[in-house]
């Protein structure tokens, strides 16, 4: 970099280190722009190669992501690697949500540490069904109250640590938890993976059009950034009501129905429950379902806001485990499925002769 003088930059500079470099339109003009150009500021990353070999063992990654925040992202992740392990896989959760971590409460890890040794960070293990070891920034934390405010670059050296520096050992699958948007940390974290062969994301979503809007930012950054998108969830779709000693009322004289009717009714609902949709979108044919198909990418299925999912979520325990005849259990059960289903055949490490191309599930 001896002929590139940093301090006669232009303002707007892309960096040494930019493919833009030399080229970008706040190049032109600026001393610096032909020794740029040639790539004498470029510097090898060596992060994707560090990020294959670590990865290498791993059979499936896949990449939670969501354009808004607070749509079920770290919720559906944590129950996707809860289900995977019950189902007796080597499971790792990678918790990269750098300024929000809420995976070691969803997966009742709160208030612990993680360690070094001389392999890198060891996973904290979750102490259900089968194997699951999670890795957070929420463990490096002094206290669950404090807020990680730090500025791009720190976050991205975060961000490759974890991808670099966790001792994974053998997985059948690797889920990712990442920010919200698409953030700096984002793109890092789509560029890496996509170098060590991620299977895939599930995008997940509200019907809102205000999440699907940022979503369908999400679906044209995986498309622009190659990343395969294993289908879209939607989240928080319908509220199921438990109606139980209902009583209709005649409109025009304001009596209760006849008793023959409340008694039909009461059957009913023995077998039934309502549902109806807990957000309106502005046009139900453009909803989550629409989007995706916009985007041919699968639809994964609909979860209804289930109170017991979200007392799953803050006990840190597997909902369709502890409540199995919950409204979401089903659908969530589905959509897993169909996530299985969309993951591209991968070996299975250090075996040569088993790669017949079914998916392991
Ligand atoms: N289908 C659901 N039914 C009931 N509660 C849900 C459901 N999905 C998510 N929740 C609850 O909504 C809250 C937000 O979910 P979560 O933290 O998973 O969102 P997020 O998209 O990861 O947010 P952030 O981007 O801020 O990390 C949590 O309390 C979670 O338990």
Redesign the pocket.
């Known amino acids: 970099m001896s002929n590139i003088d940093a301090s006669k930059a232009n303002a707007g500079c892309v960096g040494p280190s930019s493919e833009e470099a030399g080229r970008a339109a706040a190049c032109a003009g600026c001393p610096n722009a032909a020794a740029c150009a040639s790539g004498a500021g470029r510097t090898i990353d060596e992060t994707p190669a560090i990020v294959r070999a670590r990865l290498a063992n791993v059979r499936h990654k896949i990449v939670v992501l ?1 354009g808004k ?8 992740a944590c129950q996707v690697a809860f289900a995977l392990a019950a189902k007796g896989h080597a499971v790792g959760l990678l918790d990269v ?1 750098i300024c ?1 971590p ?1 995976v070691p409460r969803m997966l009742g890890l709160t208030g612990r540490g993680v360690h070094r040794s001389s392999t890198g960070w060891s996973p904290v293990f979750v102490d259900s069904k089968g194997e699951l070891g999670v890795m957070s920034v929420g463990f490096l934390l002094p206290d669950n109250d404090n807020a990680v405010i730090w500025r791009a670059p720190r976050k991205n050296g975060l961000i490759k640590q974890f991808l670099t520096e966790v001792d994974w050992g053998d997985l059948d699958f690797l889920v990712i938890d990442t920010p ?1 948007g698409t953030s700096d940390e984002q793109i890092t974290i789509a560029t890496y993976l996509k170098l060590a062969d991620v299977s895939g994301a599930i995008v ?1 979503t509200t019907p809102q059009e205000i999440s699907m809007q940022d979503v369908r930012k999400e679906l044209n950054f995986c498309a622009k950034s190659k990343l395969p998108v294993l289908g879209v969830v939607e ?2 779709a319908t509220v199921r009501t438990p109606l139980t000693d209902v009583r209709f009322i005649d409109k025009r004289t304001g009596n209760d129905d006849t008793p023959a009717i409340q008694e039909r009714l009461a059957e009913f609902l023995q077998t039934h429950d309502v549902c109806v949709d807990a957000f309106v979108p502005p046009d139900k044919n453009a909803g989550p379902e629409a989007m995706a198909k916009a985007f041919r990418v699968p639809y994964l299925g609909a ?5 017991e ?2 007392k799953a ?2 006990a840190g325990v597997y909902f369709a485990d502890a409540t199995p005849n919950s409204p ?1 259990a089903k659908p969530f059960q589905k959509a897993l499925d169909a996530i299985l289903a969309a993951l591209p055949p991968r070996p299975v490490p250090g075996d040569d002769n088993d790669d017949d191309g079914e998916i392991e599930k």
């Open positions: 969501s925040g607070g749509v079920g992202k770290s919720t559906v949500d929000g809420s919200p997940v989240n928080m979860l209804p806001l289930d109170p999912l979200t979520c803050e979401a």
